[in-house]
């Protein structure tokens, strides 16, 4: 069976990267392939690395508040490019108020500061789609 492919993206002005990484090597250690697109991606980037690697899921890492734009215009664009199956996930400081619009637009699990790795780790191979079930 094909490994999980995970774009890891840091989308917008927010330069704190660590916990990205950190969930970059825990995703690897559970047996994914980790694709980690750095620091300040706009969702057109994201989506198109998305696209390029035949990702089946994009972990987005948003500490800066602008998860309700950002957010919107990834899922807008995976739309588009008619990549709706790729599963898209969030990391960050998300308000509570701010998590039914968030999984209202199709983001599938939103993990917040404190969340045990292995957690997302098996929430991400439960429910992404992998490659061999696309074909």
Do not use: W
Not at 96 to 121: H, N, Q, S
């Amino acid at each position: 069976m094909a490994k999980i492919r995970v774009v890891i993206a840091k989308p917008g002005l927010d330069g704190h990267d660590r916990g990205a990484k950190v969930i970059a090597r825990a995703l690897r250690d559970a047996g994914m392939e980790v694709i980690y697109t750095g620091l300040r991606q706009t969702p057109r980037q994201i989506v198109s690395a998305a696209l390029q690697e035949d990702a089946d899921v994009i972990g987005l890492s948003i500490l800066s508040g602008a998860h309700n734009q950002i957010c919107p215009e990834v899922v807008r664009l995976l739309k588009e490019k008619g990549l709706e199956d790729v599963m898209v996930v969030l990391g960050g400081i998300i308000p509570d108020g701010d998590l039914p619009g968030l999984a209202a637009m199709g983001i599938t699990g939103v993990f917040r500061p404190g969340t045990p790795m292995k957690e997302i780790a098996e929430f991400i191979a439960r429910h992404a789609r992998t490659r061999t079930e696309a074909l």
